[in-house]
């Protein structure tokens, strides 16, 4: 069977209604990058690490999944082929919209992590540097994300992936974080076709056989329906 590799960024999630990071007025802009997404930020500042995730844990809770996160669903329901999602969001969309198989590389907003001890757990609604780690009681507990400088989840169950992969498609990414960034030369390297869907060109345009301009709402389904008639 036919593997299908699909690596999202925040630009799916954007007509949900959940902020990109680097289009104008973009997150980041808000929260300088180092001071919320680096081990060194949250241990200088915890509080302010806390504030920005637990506004964005509120935004993807009342986000509902929209037309594209729906057709990745559909394209692995068919079961035509092997569908990997691997997302770069930290938001749940694509398990809200029925996918099984995702693999979030970036960790994810509704799960805590113990920055002491490596316990996690589900996260409550919003997380203070007051909370105990409910494993060792210490109070560093910090949102279940990767931060720059830190590992991605599953590097190699997703290198194997693409390796096997017979298609990959980069969806709503602007190819600028790594090693993300590199999947799709990765697949390239190893036959597969590549195709990027996205508003714009992004910085890993060039690693692509087949580019869809458009929003995520629109071209991701008609893409998903070429491939299964
Ligand atoms: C690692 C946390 C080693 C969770 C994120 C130099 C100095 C220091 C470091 C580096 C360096 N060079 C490279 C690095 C490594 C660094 C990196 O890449 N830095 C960059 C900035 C240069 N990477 C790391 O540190 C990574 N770790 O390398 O460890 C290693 C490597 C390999 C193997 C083992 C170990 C860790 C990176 C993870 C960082 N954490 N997030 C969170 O808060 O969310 S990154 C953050 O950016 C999010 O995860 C986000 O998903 C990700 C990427 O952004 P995008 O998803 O692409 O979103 P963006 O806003 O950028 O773009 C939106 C796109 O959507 C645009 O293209 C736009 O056109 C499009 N769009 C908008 N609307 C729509 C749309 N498309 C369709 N429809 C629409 N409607």
């Not at 279940?144 to 169950?157: A, L, N, Q, S, T």
């Not at 590199?182 to 087949?210: I, K, R």
Request: glycine share 10%; hydrophobic share 45%; proline share 6%.
């Amino acid at each position: 069977m036919e593997k299908i590799v699909i690596l999202t960024g925040a630009g799916i999630s954007a007509e949900s209604g959940l902020g990109t990071f680097r289009d104008a007025g973009g997150l980041w802009q808000r929260y300088p990058l180092e001071d919320v997404a680096t081990p060194e930020g949250f241990v200088r500042n915890p509080a302010l690490v806390h504030e920005f995730y637990n506004a964005r844990r509120a935004q993807a809770a009342a986000a509902r999944p929209n037309p594209a996160h729906l057709a990745l669903a559909r394209l692995e329901a068919a079961r035509r082929a092997e569908v990997l999602i691997v997302t770069q969001n930290v938001d749940a969309l694509h398990e809200a919209a029925g996918s099984r198989n995702v693999l979030h590389m970036h960790g994810q907003l509704a799960r805590a992590l113990c920055h002491a001890c490596g316990w996690r757990w589900e996260a409550p609604a919003a997380m203070s540097p007051r909370d105990a780690c409910p494993g060792c009681g210490e109070a560093m507990t910090r949102p279940d994300v990767v931060w720059f400088g830190e590992i991605p989840h599953g590097m190699e169950r997703i290198e194997a992936a693409l390796v096997g992969a017979g298609l990959f498609a980069a969806i709503g990414t602007s190819g600028q974080v790594w090693p993300a960034a590199g999947f799709a030369q990765l697949a390239s390297a190893a036959g597969a076709h590549t195709v990027e869907l996205n508003l714009e060109p992004s910085a890993a345009s060039a690693d692509f056989d087949e580019f869809r301009q458009g929003r995520a709402s629109e071209v991701v389904p008609a893409w998903v329906a070429e491939l299964l008639d």
